[in-house]
């Protein structure tokens, strides 16, 4: 079965995680600039030079509608890469968000947006326009690497990528653990206590018989 854009969204991106074995997020730096933070999409990839503008407007241009724009700037924090104009042209483009591993200016006009956008760091002086780079890779991005057609899913808490192939898997296993969850919370309603929910004292019992030596453990 497909699985739908709004599902994701719905999902969220920590329980995302929890389903890909609490990974695929992106770097606690990587946060929502902008005054929409919740984004889903496949990624549209590129690699610029550091410091340098001169590919995010081919990329831009090529980036399909519906695509979250991932741009790989090195991770560099002290020279911006996006701004007022780029967003406003994303969004007019249609795209699904842009996630930025570098920085990003003209914070205030950005936070105003509808577009998600997410960047590493805000700072006022702009690249450089001098060295070409690549479209369509796979890039680095906050501690991840991000591949052509991943699904990024992105919200207040951060970034989730989803390798392409696991996208439905995960999807899936999303959907139990957001069943658990609600479970739990009814339990709770109904006045028992947390730990007791999770089975947490059963299992410091069985640390504590253990012992430190695992292979001293009881049988």
Known sequence: MPVKPKQLIKIGSATLSDALGKTGAMQHEMRPRSAQAKMVGPAFTVRVHP??????????????????LVIDGGGERNTALWG????????????????LNGA????????????PVFALSIVP???????????????????????PGDWLVGDEDGVVVIPAAQLEAATARALEIVAAEKRIIREMRRGQE???????????????????IPQLAKQ
């Open 104 to 115: 990003l200016r003209d914070s205030h006009a950005i936070s105003r947006s509808p577009l």
């Open 125 to 147: 002086n702009a690249g450089g326009a001098e060295y070409p780079g690549e479209i369509g890779i796979a890039v680095a991005c906050a501690g991840t690497v991000v591949q």
């Open 194 to 212: 947390l730990a007791d929910i999770l089975h947490i004292p059963e299992k410091l019992k069985r640390k504590r018989e253990a012992g430190l």
């Open 51 to 68: 410091a340098d503008i001169l590919m995010v407007t081919p990329a831009l241009a090529a980036c399909p509608a519906g695509h979250v």
């Open 84 to 99: 007022e104009i780029t967003t406003e042209a994303a969004h007019r483009k249609g795209l699904a968000g842009v996630v």
